[in-house]
């Protein structure tokens, strides 16, 4: 599909882009105009081409075909470094970060001011400081902090403040929001409607469509490596928006009725630790319990201290009535209690290692005689859950870091299942994950619920919550602060009572008013 | 359970694939370089260095130096590499194999001939020759759980935790030895059969090079055995799994619920045991129990490991990989031995071998990565 030729200067012009891989054609004739003063919505689902006519843009990939070029003149780069110069500038989900050095530094990496051949702290620091002030991020990101100390969210923050000290014409943001609080998003926000307004032609890849409703001018939809719909997103409904992501209807999604029953599984009374304050909650044998609330609210950890792998410092912890005692994960899972961290990639797989070998390590000593693994019994097993959940992978012997995101999260849900826990935690569960397998995942969690299985469900993706829960709680600050149950947990309410303390003003469209001295900041990640 | 089949299809197609590509995925493609790299070798010793001139390259081929001299002077690094395998697999690193070498060779040679610190216990038993073999290895078990100790509960690196161990299990073996003199055990030839008893000596097979068939090396039955035994812990095993998933990403692995602790010091002490064994052996082989045995065998055995395919970052490796690297650095060294390279030389080939092993390592690394990548672009 091609657009009329416009003559707005500025506009970064793609033209007929092809790009294969071994085994498959990642883009096929993409053409599309990026105007300055607009911000495009880049669509689909994992593996429809976003990224890598990302990465094509951004000097990653080289084209196999077509042409890239702004006011006439055709890019045609061999790094990023050209695409910077050119004007252009990529932000990735994982930004590169400096672990030793702090805020100021991480963002003038490279072009540090120096006064008599060292550097220039007071001018750096005061430097940061304005720029940071001017778009609002002073108070979410305190310059003195180390790199390794900063959140996801901060260090795209950092990342950004890099793209904007040079002269940018051209700016992309890969899924910036998915570790974002919606604090977080709405200064994004902001601060992309302003750089729109300043002339820079913006790309924004997500898969949050009442996000890019509420922030794109154009939303270009890519299925497959084609370029299905490029249109102006006030005529486009959600519910086109995802037909022409996956070309089915995913109405049913949320569908959960709730099943809990009225034994309790998991009671955890007067909880403290490094980061707790206090917490007690429960959860019924065939509930869903959605743990809500900002980034940095403590509730991956509150996952970790159950499941043995931080400290506990006081409170009770029972499950199915029998007071828990664990300092060691393995621990918790004899117990009964299944994990499915947040971070899949660092913390839930072993990436270079087969699906067989990473789906049935919880397992091991159920699939063992005398310490040998029983191997037929263990292709059994793992194979039923691969089925069950529908993991695309071409064996089991298939590395996992090869499967796309979604088959890689259903690979840590199959080790639970086969684990067969009293209590599941799943962490974020969908995080990166396309919209099909998304719906996938959903339905298993239900579907688990059902069969009685009492599930801890920590998400910062509001309609998830909303849609799945039986019961809400909020969490803040590592307290929690409200209890809600399914019927009367809306947006609102549970937004309050993430931020109670901190945040009492918003405005009519729920953006709220920066007001620094309010706010608590948000060091650790949640 | 009737349905794994179905389940996944794609399997049993790419699986499938016809005779060639099912024994190359038997065998590996990174064994298979290997096994190329011995042919190679092999090639170059015998016909290359005719065709230059050199003298020697033509006694390669006889049974004297195939099974006599190749095929013992393997055993020690090969047992060595073999323990040092599991560790590296595990992302650590065990520098420390050459002491406890030592420490074996002479806590042996002691209890044998009642001689030195231990073996002046009066009240053990002398003159036995299990009983001296098994303390050996106990005492590399020792070290391995010291070892295991300062790694999971002292937290030190693996590196240098061992480095420290190198230099205190190096001079442990001094003290154990009387007044840090070897302990000869040329009295004992039960003992000395170890290294000098041949299984099969009566097989009908023809004289090669003008030397007769001369039977296995007991000493090459023994690395035979640990081989197998090592692969089968690494491949059939939950402490085998363990291992590879500890290396591929500890915090993962911890979180589905590996005893991290527990499985490091179990690989200690297996390493260690191992270790302990070729010190046994190296005393059956110089017929003294010395505390120099073991010195400067870690940075061999090390080097098998890395080209024998094992990830510098672990996760990755196999026993089988690291016993064919044995066998092509066995043949080098053999063979440069023949054509009168002296041992500077050797040693200078030694360290760049290395280097070129781990380059390589880290090369196939990327490539893999960048599979990743690309895979992951996709997306």
Known sequence: MSEEETTLPGTLKVRHISKAFPNVLALEDVSLDIRPGEILAFMGENGAGKS?????????????????????????????????????????????????????????????????????????????????????????????????????????IVEIMRALKRNVRVLALDEPTSSLTDEEVDRLFTLVKRLRDEGVAIIYVSHRINEIKRLCDRIAILRDGKLVTVQAAEDMTEADIVSAMVGRDLSDVFERKPSASDREVLRVEHLYSNWHNDVSFHINAGEVVGFSGLIGAGRSELAKVIFGEDPKIGGKIYLDGAELNVSRPDQAITKGIGFAPEDRKREGLILIRSVLENASLAILDQLTRFHVVRSKEERSVVGRYVEKLNVRTPSLDQEVGKLSGGNQQKVVLARWLAAKPKVLILDEPTRGIDVGAKAEIYGLIDEMANEGLGIMFISSEMPEILGLADRVYVMQNGRITGELSGSEATEEKILELAMVDDLTTFDAEGIPELEPENEDVENSEG | MSNETATIPAAAEEEGDGFFHRLVAAIGVDNLTLIFAIFALLFLIIFVSGWFGYEGGDKFMSWQNLMNSLATAIVIVGLLAIGETVVIIAGALDISVGSIASIGSVVAASFLVGAGTVGMLSFLPTGNVLFSVVMGMLAGVICGVVNGFIVTVLKVNPIIATLGTLAAFGGIAFLIAPEGKPVGVMTQPQFTWLAQGRFMTDLPIPPMGNTAWPGVPVLTVILLVVVLVAHFLMTYTDFGRAIYAIGGNDMAARLAGINLNRVRMLMYMFCGMVAGLAGVLLTARTTSGNPINGVGLELQAITAVFLGGAATTGGKGTVIGTFLAVILVGILNNGMNLLGFNTFVQRVALGMLLIAAVALSQWRQARAERVRTSIAAQG
Do not use: C, H
């Open chain 1, 52 to 156: 890598t006519l990302l990465k094509i843009i951004n000097g990653d990939y080289r084209q196999d075909s077509g042409t890239i070029s702004i006011d006439d003149k055709v890019l045609s780069f061999t790094n990023t470094r050209q695409a910077r110069e050119a004007g252009i500038r990529v932000i990735y989900q994982e930004p590169e970060i400096v672990p030793g050095v702090d805020v100021p530094e991480n963002i003038w990496i490279g072009e540090l001011p120096k006064k008599y051949g060292v550097i220039d702290r007071k001018a750096l620091n005061e430097r940061a400081e304005t720029r940071l002030k001017e778009y609002g991020f002073d108070s979410v990101l305190p310059i003195n902090l180390m790199g390794d100390e900063l959140s996801s969210a901060q260090r795209q």
